[in-house]
């Protein structure tokens, strides 16, 4: 099938466009410049929906101060509207990972929008009239402002994804530990016999872990929303009127829901990546803990006779090709893979963020790449360990009343009634004679057998004395 194109220019000359499309000239260049990822914005959603909304909210501010006739902001604003109800994301076929400090990113917004507007206007695509992608849809802004407030926007719309997804996690474990609470085992340290403790404790740990950088997340929100919208190219606020910055501000805070406030000092905040650097590291974070309880569900799953063998993970698949009827802990293993790549992600950040030059940051697009393709590997992951494994998983309470008789961990449990050195001495005694510990103490007067079924109960351990 041949494909048709229109002809448009920009200040560099000649593009041939795609005859249907909604970007323009800029958009195009940048499609054939920057084929780096293999991504499209649209793997991004609430990157354009943030984009579109600081659109809205530019148009309105500059109708209410008179710099766009309320034809061309009713036509922009519809526009807009269209974008963000996930109409046109296939209009946004550009790499996320590319140069120019976003400029290609924020034209092709300008340029989608106008050719939006002027349809609904009577015009037609490609023409930039009577709706201008730079001088009214772009009016009063810059790259170096309407994008890094987009960015900042979108993530605080792709948190409420991760915020319910975590929340959902937290919930699921808090939800086994109860059903746990009344199993006895073994804690371990150093991967060593530690002390007697309940299996609900060990997934309650889990759920307060998490719990954690729920709000820790939470606490992140305020420092996102401080935006440099109306500062223009480098923070000075040039080419936007005086009122501009407020009356935009309050328009995007009003269409996005979010609270957004003005950076204290507009020319720092045109180049300080210090919010991102911050969000990644709690990402990353979050990840790490993550990645440590993948491992302990490993270590606790192993065998299912050769290991530890105190829980059972839902079995989701066959584990190999070659050994019948073994399954492997794969769930854990997929949330492990992507913790990883979430610290290698934070690094990434931490690079682009330092690598900032006088008054802009250039590397922004590979901030926001990262800190979206973040929080989505890490939504999908946590929902992945959520509903495939969590909620399923079984405990073994032989398993775990049989590893902890065994151990020489219950002589601590005993500490309180015959002193360390007495226990210390019946721990010896048991690994040298292959022993019970409490067989021993019993068997020499030390404890009686109901004190030590005493100190070794669920509820004892969940609620010592």
Not at 363 to 371: K, V
């Amino acid at each position: 099938m041949e494909i048709r194109f229109r002809r448009e220019h920009d200040t560099l000359g000649h593009v041939d466009v795609p005859f249907d499309a909604l970007w323009g000239p800029q958009t195009e260049r940048a499609r054939t410049n920057f084929q780096i990822s293999g991504m499209t914005l649209g793997r991004f959603p609430h990157l354009i929906v943030a984009l579109a909304m600081t659109k809205q909210a530019a148009a309105r501010a500059n109708a209410r101060l008179g710099l766009l006739s309320h034809e061309k902001c009713d036509a922009i604003s519809s526009a807009c509207d269209a974008v963000i109800a996930g109409g046109h994301f296939d209009a946004f076929p550009l790499d996320p990972v590319q140069g120019g400090a976003g400029t290609s990113v924020n034209m092709n917004a300008n340029e989608v929008i106008a050719n939006l507007a002027n349809e609904r206007l009577g015009g037609v695509r490609g023409a930039n009239e009577p709706v201008h992608a730079n001088d009214d849809v772009n009016r009063s802004q810059s790259t170096n402002d309407a994008y890094p407030t987009a960015v900042r926007l979108s993530l605080l719309l792709a948190h409420g994804d991760l915020d319910q997804a975590l929340c959902s996690l937290v919930a699921s474990f808090e939800e086994r530990a109860a059903v746990f609470a009344k199993i006895a085992k073994l804690g371990r340290t150093q991967l060593q016999d530690a002390v007697p403790m309940t299996l609900g404790q060990e997934f309650s740990a889990f759920a307060t872990a998490l719990h954690e950088d729920v709000s820790r997340l939470r606490e992140m929100l305020p420092l996102l929303a401080e935006v440099n919208l109306g500062g223009t190219a480098i923070g000075t606020g040039l080419n936007a009127p005086k009122g501009y910055a407020g009356i935009a501000l309050n328009e995007l805070s009003a269409i996005s829901g979010h609270r957004l406030t003005p950076a204290a000092n507009l020319v720092e905040a045109s180049w300080d990546m210090g919010a991102f650097v911050l969000f990644s590291a709690m990402l990353k974070r979050l990840a790490t803990k993550l990645s440590k309880i993948s491992n302990d569900l490993r270590l606790l799953s192993s065998g299912p006779r050769g290991g530890l063998g105190e829980i059972r993970l839902p079995a989701v698949q066959p584990g190999s090709s070659i050994m019948p009827g073994k399954v492997n802990p794969v769930i854990p293993e997929v949330v492990n893979q992507v913790c990883f790549q979430i610290i290698g992600n934070d690094i990434a950040v931490t690079m682009a963020s330092e690598a900032g030059q006088l008054q802009l940051n250039a590397m922004e697009p590979l901030i926001t790449f990262n800190l979206h393709f973040s929080m989505q590997m890490l939504e999908a992951a946590i929902r992945t360990l959520d509903k495939q494994c969590v909620r399923g998983i079984e405990a073994d309470a032989g398993r775990c009343r049989t590893h902890l008789e065994a151990s020489v961990g219950s002589a601590t449990a005993l500490v309180p009634l015959i002193g360390y050195s007495r226990c210390a001495e019946l721990a010896n005694d048991a690994l040298r004679l292959d022993r019970k510990v409490a067989e021993l103490a019993v068997e020499r007067g030390l404890v009686s057998g109901e004190q030590v079924d005493f100190m070794l109960d669920p509820m004892t351990l969940a609620f010592p004395v």
